[in-house]
Structure formats: structure tokens, C-alpha cells
């Protein structure tokens, strides 16, 4: 799978008192919910993942789910690696979707099976163009709204900008409400919602992969007060910058201590 650069892949049934709780998401990962319902945290809020709905949280976002009681929760899922094209900076935001996934188990358990034969790589490879076709089918159409595509291109080189909703409307050339619309529609959240989701991200890669004072990263994401940068990245993420900043440091240095 690693040509594919996908992490790993599954087929899960869950009940209480089952729960994933991931402060560091290093890479894109997609859950697909087959039967029952469970919760999952995405932008900070926990919401019911049922039959048929499709979950996508990028790198570096605070990442949880859990079963409920009296439901068991059926699903599958595929996580990418960090160094994948879906899970680079600004691939797409936290969204949750319908999507039919049961061409994507059957393709999981089609892999498994494969590979417990112990069959020849070629046939294997099939079944990993097939989970990868299906999650293309899912997270494609999320991106293809040229009119969402064009604001937030233009949002993200000015993430330091007092943007109001006014201001996004008038980027997309549509009426307030109409671009709530397809916020909604495409991404789950609004576009002021996704205008803080996009400046978090941002901060958080900046933290990640460079030593600019934790001030500098919240003016050039548009926060002015330190303080409430602090609190709106720490509900995104899980932690406060200064925590975030030391995790990822730590985990890179042992990365370099198990290549040596």
C-alpha cells in the first residue's frame, strides 16, 4: 500500500465502551459508516456518524470517535500517510458526507483476502486502485464547487484579513445566504466556520515545520489577541500552540532516533 501511500485500511464492528481518541493526526483519514451509529469529533464537535454517511478529517486536526450505547457500529476506513497528496496542507477541510461505502469494504475485504492467500502483488495492487477509486468518487465532488474553490484559494493568501461573511459573498459573486447554502452543502459547517478552519490549519502547519514565535503565527492568521488564538486552536486541535508545537518536535526527534 505504501506506493499508494496509504497508511492502513479496515473493517470494523463496535460497541461501548470502544473509543479512538488521536491528538496527532499526521495523515487524511476516511471512515465510512455501514451500519448502526457512532460519534465522531470533527471541528470540534462531536456528531452522529449513521448508515450510509462518510467522514474525512485532514492532518494535524484533534480526531476522536466512539461507539454509543445499546448500538453496535459497523464501519470501514482508510488512512493515508503523512506524505500523501490528501494529507498536505489544504487538501480539504473536516467534512461528513453521504456516500454509499459498500464498494469500499468490499474492496477492503477483497485486499484482505488477497493478501491472506498470500497471492501475487499485481492482484493485491487491483484491490488498492480500487480503494483508492472510491475514495476519489467520495472526496472529488467535495472540492468541485469552482465558486467555493476560487474564495477560499483567495482566502488562504490573505488569512491575516478581517474577513466578514459579506466579504466571502462577495468573493463567490452570490448573496450571503446563497454561499451559506453551499458551505453547507459541501463542507458541513459555514463560511465563516470554515474561514477559522483554514486559519487553525494553517497556524498548526506553521508550528509544525517552523520555529516563527507563536505571535508572529497568530497575526499572520488574522488573530490579533493571542489569547483567543490560543482558545480557538486549542478547540481545534486539543492543544494549546505552545503543546502542539512541543508534541510535534518530540515526535520528530524520535522519528530521527528509529531511522538512526
Known amino acids: 500500500m505504501a506506493t499508494r501511500q496509504i497508511s492502513h485500511v479496515g473493517v470494523g464492528d463496535a460497541a461501548p465502551p470502544y473509543r479512538i481518541v488521536r491528538t496527532h493526526l499526521?495523515?487524511?483519514?476516511?471512515?465510512?459508516?455501514?451500519?448502526?451509529?457512532?460519534?465522531?469529533?470533527?471541528?470540534?464537535?462531536?456528531?452522529?456518524?449513521?448508515a450510509g454517511m462518510v467522514s474525512l478529517a485532514p492532518a494535524h486536526?484533534?480526531?476522536?470517535?466512539?461507539?454509543?450505547p445499546?448500538?453496535?457500529?459497523?464501519?470501514?476506513?482508510?488512512?493515508y500517510m503523512p506524505r500523501s497528496p490528501r494529507s498536505a496542507i489544504g487538501f480539504i477541510a473536516p467534512v461528513m458526507a453521504r456516500f454509499d461505502a459498500?464498494?469500499?469494504?468490499?474492496?477492503?475485504?477483497?485486499?484482505?483476502?488477497?493478501?491472506?492467500?498470500?497471492?501475487?502483488?499485481?492482484?493485491?495492487?487491483?484491490?488498492?486502485?480500487?480503494?483508492?477509486?472510491?475514495?476519489?468518487?467520495?472526496?472529488?465532488?467535495?472540492?468541485?464547487?469552482?465558486?467555493?474553490r476560487s474564495v477560499w484559494e483567495h482566502v488562504q493568501q490573505e488569512l491575516d484579513r478581517p474577513w466578514t461573511a459579506g466579504d466571502l459573498a462577495g468573493l463567490a459573486n452570490v448573496s450571503g445566504e446563497h454561499l451559506r447554502r453551499l458551505c453547507q452543502a459541501s463542507l458541513g459547517r459555514s463560511p465563516m466556520q470554515q474561514l477559522t478552519y483554514l486559519r487553525i490549519q494553517h497556524a498548526a502547519h506553521q508550528l509544525a515545520t517552523t520555529q516563527t514565535t507563536i505571535e508572529e503565527i497568530a497575526l499572520?492568521?488574522?488573530?490579533?489577541?493571542?489569547?483567543?488564538?490560543?482558545?480557538?486552536?486549542?478547540?481545534?486541535?486539543?492543544?494549546?500552540?505552545?503543546?502542539?508545537?512541543?508534541?510535534?518536535?518530540?515526535?520528530?526527534?524520535?522519528?530521527?532516533?528509529?531511522?538512526?
Open 61 to 68: 486536526v484533534l480526531h476522536a470517535f466512539h461507539a454509543i
Open 70 to 79: 445499546s448500538r453496535r457500529w459497523q464501519y470501514c476506513w482508510v488512512r
Open 220 to 260: 499572520r492568521v488574522g488573530y490579533n489577541n493571542p489569547f483567543a488564538f490560543s482558545n480557538t486552536f486549542k478547540r481545534m486541535t486539543g492543544f494549546r500552540p505552545s503543546h502542539f508545537r512541543n508534541r510535534r518536535q518530540s515526535d520528530r526527534e524520535s522519528e530521527r532516533e528509529s531511522d538512526a
Open 102 to 148: 459498500e464498494p469500499l469494504r468490499h474492496a477492503i475485504l477483497g485486499l484482505y483476502r488477497e493478501i491472506e492467500a498470500r497471492a501475487d502483488s499485481g492482484s493485491a495492487m487491483l484491490w488498492i486502485d480500487l480503494i483508492e477509486h472510491y475514495i476519489t468518487r467520495f472526496a472529488e465532488p467535495l472540492q468541485r464547487e469552482d465558486r467555493l
Open 26 to 50: 499526521s495523515g487524511t483519514y476516511v471512515h465510512a459508516t455501514l451500519g448502526g451509529e457512532g460519534r465522531m469529533l470533527l471541528d470540534g464537535r462531536w456528531r452522529p456518524h449513521r
